[in-house]
């Protein structure tokens, strides 16, 4: 279970709580540290969509000045390589499923999957 967050995210802490008391191990990526490679972000956008992994209704994407400006998707994806708080967080990756934001629904999915192997 790879979990992509911000140690500062809500969301986050709450999927590696969820994991945590469910005796998974995971692997959290912080990504003010150590940013998505390329690869791993296209598995995301071909999975939600560009515009489904940005958070459009937080407040960074307002102070960014995102809300009042059209960026090409080439833009956008630099933005959210210098300001990770823009993706819907927690991004999380267990083998091929992939979950955005907070949604323990999928989590659950991939806990199942994983239990079926």
Request: charged share 35%; net charge positive.
């Given at each position: 279970m790879q979990i992509f967050g911000v140690k500062g995210s809500q969301a986050t802490r709450a999927a590696e709580r969820f994991f945590k008391e469910r005796r998974i191990p995971i692997h959290f990526v912080d990504l003010h540290q150590k940013p998505m490679?390329?690869?791993?972000?296209?598995?995301?956008?071909?999975?939600?969509?560009?515009?489904?992994?940005?958070?459009?209704?937080?407040?960074?994407?307002?102070?960014?000045?995102?809300?009042?400006?059209?960026?090409?998707?080439?833009?956008?994806?630099?933005?959210?390589?210098?300001?990770?708080?823009?993706?819907?967080?927690?991004?999380?990756?267990?083998g091929n499923k992939l979950s955005a934001g907070h949604d323990e629904d999928a989590w659950k999915a991939m806990l199942i999957v994983d239990k079926a192997k």
């Amino acid at each position: 279970m790879q979990i992509f967050g911000v140690k500062g995210s809500q969301a986050t802490r709450a999927a590696e709580r969820f994991f945590k008391e469910r005796r998974i191990p995971i692997h959290f990526v912080d990504l003010h540290q150590k940013p998505m490679s390329a690869g791993e972000i296209r598995r995301f956008i071909e999975r939600f969509g560009l515009a489904g992994l940005v958070d459009r209704e937080g407040k960074v994407y307002e102070d960014a000045g995102l809300k009042y400006i059209r960026t090409s998707d080439a833009e956008l994806i630099a933005k959210i390589e210098k300001e990770p708080k823009l993706l819907r967080l927690p991004l999380i990756r267990a083998g091929n499923k992939l979950s955005a934001g907070h949604d323990e629904d999928a989590w659950k999915a991939m806990l199942i999957v994983d239990k079926a192997k």
